[in-house]
């Protein structure tokens, strides 16, 4: 799942971290074929444990199909070649963000394998930029926000090529749990939204 850190020495806890990560992936299944949505997701889909009231109004009942999105770590780790500014990195995750959920979109139309998935959750530090994407942040925080963004700010430590003293590591917040709707979703990312944003821009 990790690449090397090149000549950056890992840290003490980057062993125990990689096998923690392998096992959850291992455990829901997000290193299946079927689980990759484009380069740069994957998605596991569950009922859902409880009945629970979405951002934007939505209900969802207990057991209804929800998928649970995660960086596909291995894919992403790549980007950061030699040579590539973290200008260029950054433009080019999003470039495969923005196709991962365009692709997520196509499998939740009609007759699609995720067309009976309700909605989509995400938790990250990087709320603010999925805010911008159409997600919309859960009102009731996580149990232990402060303990999951560690986790995270770690294992991106981990997959970065400068490790533990790469640039920027401490400007994340807690993490937090934002939710897209399959009909937003399609709204924002679906084919009828790719014809529209080309129609605009002829």
């Given at each position: 799942m990790?690449?090397?850190?090149?000549r950056h020495a890992r840290p003490p806890w980057h062993g125990a971290l990689v096998v923690y990560d392998?096992?959850?992936?291992?455990?829901?299944?997000?290193d299946r074929p079927r689980a990759q949505v484009g380069p740069a997701l994957c998605v596991g889909v569950h009922p859902s444990r409880r009945a629970r009231t979405l951002p934007d109004g939505t209900r969802l009942e207990r057991g209804a199909p929800v998928g649970e999105l995660h960086l596909?770590?291995?894919?992403l780790a790549a980007l950061?070649?030699?040579g590539r500014s973290?200008?260029?990195?950054g433009l080019e995750f999003r470039r495969r963000l923005l196709s991962s959920l365009a692709e997520l979109a196509r499998r939740c139309a009609l007759a699609g394998p995720l067309e009976d998935v309700r909605a989509f959750c995400a938790v990250t530090v990087f709320?603010?930029?999925?805010?911008?994407l159409?997600?919309?942040?859960e009102r009731d925080g996580l149990a232990w926000p402060g303990l999951v963004a560690a986790y995270q700010r770690a294992l991106l430590a981990s997959l970065h090529p400068a490790g533990g003293r790469r640039p920027g590591r401490s400007t994340y917040g807690r993490a937090r749990r934002l939710w897209i709707t399959?009909?937003?979703?399609?709204?924002?990312?679906?084919?009828?939204?790719?014809?529209r944003r080309g129609a605009l821009g002829r």
């Amino acid at each position: 799942m990790t690449v090397g850190l090149g000549r950056h020495a890992r840290p003490p806890w980057h062993g125990a971290l990689v096998v923690y990560d392998r096992a959850y992936r291992l455990l829901h299944g997000l290193d299946r074929p079927r689980a990759q949505v484009g380069p740069a997701l994957c998605v596991g889909v569950h009922p859902s444990r409880r009945a629970r009231t979405l951002p934007d109004g939505t209900r969802l009942e207990r057991g209804a199909p929800v998928g649970e999105l995660h960086l596909a770590n291995a894919r992403l780790a790549a980007l950061h070649v030699a040579g590539r500014s973290p200008l260029g990195v950054g433009l080019e995750f999003r470039r495969r963000l923005l196709s991962s959920l365009a692709e997520l979109a196509r499998r939740c139309a009609l007759a699609g394998p995720l067309e009976d998935v309700r909605a989509f959750c995400a938790v990250t530090v990087f709320h603010r930029g999925l805010a911008r994407l159409g997600f919309a942040p859960e009102r009731d925080g996580l149990a232990w926000p402060g303990l999951v963004a560690a986790y995270q700010r770690a294992l991106l430590a981990s997959l970065h090529p400068a490790g533990g003293r790469r640039p920027g590591r401490s400007t994340y917040g807690r993490a937090r749990r934002l939710w897209i709707t399959r009909e937003a979703l399609l709204a924002r990312y679906g084919q009828g939204a790719h014809r529209r944003r080309g129609a605009l821009g002829r």
